[in-house]
């Protein structure tokens, strides 16, 4: 058993221990919010038919965009892609949405998202996966890295 002195001597010797700070931690919630941000406004900018406003999410110029099992001419190459395949008109664009998203932080400015898309048009419905690496860059997130697998 320990002596009432010998406690008070054990007490007083914790407290004027320094305290332990607590590592520093990144606060992922908020990073993913602001991931998921960058994606609802690519989705409404092109459910807009604002092409321009939809690649603001992609890391410009530096982007690798796969799809159909070849790689895309980086921004510019993805943008012209979708004004020559999808723009002129909404029933050609289609409307898109994401879904199913998750979002993994790998780092304090990198994360792994993967998610569900739709592209619901009256011609030729689309619908897959989007594997994409979101890099924070000079404070705002983009996706360096965009993989889509359609069915």
């Given at each position: 058993m320990i002596s009432r002195g010998?406690?008070?001597?054990?007490?007083?010797?914790?407290?004027?221990?320094?305290?332990?700070?607590?590592?520093?931690?990144?606060d992922d919630a908020t990073e993913i919010v602001a991931i998921r941000k960058v994606i609802a406004d690519m989705e409404a900018a092109w459910n807009r038919?604002?092409?321009?406003?939809?690649?603001?999410?992609?890391?410009?110029?530096?982007?690798v965009f796969v799809s159909k099992g070849r790689f895309?001419?980086?921004?510019?190459?993805?943008?012209?892609?979708?004004?020559?395949?999808?723009?002129g008109?909404?029933?050609?664009?289609?409307?898109?949405?994401?879904?199913?998203?998750?979002?993994?932080?790998?780092a304090p400015d990198a994360a792994q998202l993967v998610s569900r898309y739709e592209l619901v048009k009256p011609d030729q419905p689309q619908d897959g996966i989007n594997t994409r690496l979101m890099r924070k860059i000079d404070g705002r997130w983009v996706i360096a890295l965009n993989h889509v697998s359609s069915r």
């Open positions: 010998a406690f008070l001597g054990l007490a007083a010797a914790f407290a004027a221990a320094p305290a332990l700070a607590a590592p520093a931690l990144t038919g604002d092409f321009n406003g939809y690649m603001q999410g992609f890391q410009n110029p530096g982007v895309q001419d980086g921004w510019q190459g993805t943008l012209d892609h979708y004004v020559r395949d999808y723009g008109s909404p029933e050609k664009r289609g409307r898109l949405r994401f879904f199913d998203i998750t979002i993994q932080m790998l």
